[in-house]
């Protein structure tokens, strides 16, 4: 059973910074995160691999963080500079690898519900 719970979200200002952390059980395999904002389809934050590797979508590149944390089993999204079109549900997301196209939701199978981030 895989289990995967964000927490970290809030409101923020713009220019403002907050961490997100996805606690799983799956901590050495691929993890990642998406955003889904109202009316939009989910898209891929940022994924990390097995080895430590990110990826990261254009979007939040040089704003955003992915890391993972082993010794408490979280992934971790640390977030700066945000901006209004940061606006959305957070989720994570878990796989046995990534995929090159980790940034489409069908390159994951597991999700935790998800944390809403408000800027």
């Known amino acids: 059973h895989v289990q995967l719970v964000e927490s970290g979200g809030g409101s923020v200002q713009a220019g403002g910074s907050l961490t997100l952390s996805c606690t799983t059980s799956r901590n050495t395999w691929c993890l990642g995160w998406f955003r889904q904002a109202p009316g939009k389809e989910r898209e891929g934050v940022a994924a990390?691999?097995?080895?430590?590797?990110?990826s990261y979508a254009d979007p939040v590149k040089g704003r955003f963080t992915i890391s993972k944390d082993n010794a408490n089993n979280t992934v971790n999204l640390m977030m700066n500079s945000l901006k209004p079109e940061d606006t959305a549900m957070y989720y994570c997301?878990?796989?046995?690898?990534?995929?090159?196209?980790?940034?489409?939701?069908?390159?994951?199978?597991?999700w935790g519900p998800g944390t809403q981030v408000t800027v």
């Open positions: 997301a878990a796989d046995r690898r990534c995929e090159d196209v980790w940034y489409h939701e069908y390159a994951f199978t597991y």
């Open positions: 990390i691999d097995s080895d430590g590797i990110a």
